[in-house]
C-alpha cells in the first residue's frame, strides 16, 4: 500500500483490512485497474472512472458497521438488491450505487459481478 493510499485512511485505519481484501480481488480479476488514491475518496478507473472507495455515509450511523467502507459504482442500469445503500440516475442511462460494507466476507462474487460490470461499462463509453 503506498503512503497516498495510508494518507487517506489516517482517520480511519481500522478500514484497512476491508480495503485491502477489496484491493486484493480488484486486481486478481480485472486487468488494467488504474487506483488513484485521493484526499475524499480512491479513484477506481481504467480509460473512465467505474468506482471509488470511500467513507461516504450512504446509510444512516446507527445503521453502519464499525469499521466500513463505501464502494461506489457506475452501472448502465439501477441494481435493485437489499445491499445497495442508495442508487441514483446523474444522468440518462447512467446510474450510481452506494454500497457500504463493514466485513471481508461482503467482499463476495455477487460484489465483484457488479464491480466488473462497471468496470466494463466504463470501458466501452467513448
Do not use: C
Request: without cysteine; charged residues 30%.
Amino acid at each position: 500500500m503506498d503512503q497516498n493510499t495510508l494518507f487517506f485512511f489516517n482517520q480511519k485505519p481500522e478500514a484497512i483490512p476491508l480495503y485491502e481484501a477489496f484491493e486484493r480481488r480488484l486486481l486478481a480479476e480485472l486487468e488494467g485497474v488504474i487506483i488513484q488514491p485521493q484526499k475524499s475518496q480512491i479513484t477506481l478507473k481504467n480509460r473512465r472512472v467505474f468506482g471509488a472507495v470511500s467513507f461516504l455515509a450512504a446509510r444512516k450511523a446507527k445503521d453502519r458497521p464499525d469499521p466500513y467502507i463505501t464502494i461506489t459504482l457506475g452501472l448502465n442500469r439501477r441494481e435493485g438488491s437489499p445491499r445497495i445503500d442508495q442508487a441514483s440516475e446523474p444522468y440518462p442511462g447512467r446510474w450510481t450505487h452506494h454500497l457500504v460494507i463493514g466485513s471481508v466476507e461482503e467482499i463476495d462474487g455477487e460484489l465483484m459481478a457488479w464491480v466488473r460490470e462497471a468496470f466494463e461499462f466504463a470501458a466501452a463509453k467513448r
